[in-house]
C-alpha cells in the first residue's frame, strides 16, 4: 500500500507541475493561460546580445542531412583540451554535484554524482556502470543539425572542436536526450518550461559563434521564444 501511495504521490506532483506550467510534457501544453511567458530569464546584457546575434542569422532554405555521419566530427568525446580527461568526464564533472571519482584516474573518471537535469527538472543519481545512460551529454545544437546548416563547409578541426565545445555541451537526462534526437527548437524543446529561455539563447549564442544558420521555422521559434525571455 505504501508504494501506491508514494506513486499517487508522484502522479499528483507531476500533475500539479504541468497545470502550474512547470513541466510540459511532450505534446502536451499546460492549460494555465500564464504558462506561455514563463519560460525563464538570462541575464539583461546576455539577452540584448542574443536577440542582435539572432538578427545576424542566416536562412538554410533547404537542410540536407547527405553525407553526414558521426565521424565527420571526430571520435567521440576526444580530449580536445589536453587536460587528461576525455570531454564526456569534463562535462559531467562541470554539471553534477557530490561528485565521487574513479580511484587512480587523477580525479578524471567520474564514478557517481547527482545531477540537477536543466532539461525535465528531474534530480538524477549518477552511477558509472548499467546505469550510466540515464545521464548523457548532449549537443545542444545537435551534429546533424550542425551539419545540415553549415558544417559540411568546414574542416576535419573545426568540427572536432565544435562537437567538443563545452559550450555546446549539457550532462541531461538520458530519456530527454534521446527523445530529441537530432531535433531542432522547431520541433523540441525541453519539458522544463523555465529552461527554455537559457535553451534557446544558447541555441543563438552557439550558431552566431559558429556561422550556423536556421530554418525559417526555426528562426520563427527561436523569435517567439526570445520575446518571452524574461531579464533576471
Sequence with gaps: MKAV????????????????GIVDPPGLASPAPWAASQIGSVPTARLDA?????????????PSKAGYAR?????????????????RNDVLARDLRGLVFVKGTADCLVAAGSLSDPYTGRLIAFARGERSAEVQIDHVVPLS???????????????LAFANDPANLLAV???ANQQKGDADLSVWLPPARSFRCEYTVRIVEIKAKY??????????????????????
Excluded at 565521424?71 to 570531454?87: I, M, P
Excluded at 543539425?145 to 568540427?159: L, N, P, S, V
Excluded at 556561422?211 to 533576471?232: I, S
Aim: hydrophobic share 45%; net charge negative; with cysteine.
Design 5 to 20: 501511495g508514494f506513486a499517487l504521490a508522484a502522479v499528483l506532483l507531476v500533475v500539479a507541475a504541468w497545470l502550474a
Design 50 to 62: 542574443a536577440r542582435a546575434a539572432f538578427a545576424s542569422l542566416a536562412v538554410e532554405p533547404r
Design 71 to 87: 565521424e565527420r566530427f571526430g571520435a567521440a568525446w576526444e580530449d580536445v583540451d589536453r587536460n587528461g580527461c576525455d570531454t
Design 145 to 159: 543539425d550542425a551539419w545540415q546548416k553549415g558544417a559540411q563547409r568546414w574542416t576535419a578541426e573545426q568540427r
Design 173 to 175: 537526462d538520458g530519456g
Design 211 to 232: 556561422g550556423l544558420g536556421m530554418t525559417d521555422a526555426e528562426r520563427r521559434k527561436a523569435g517567439e521564444l526570445l520575446g518571452q525571455c524574461r531579464v533576471g
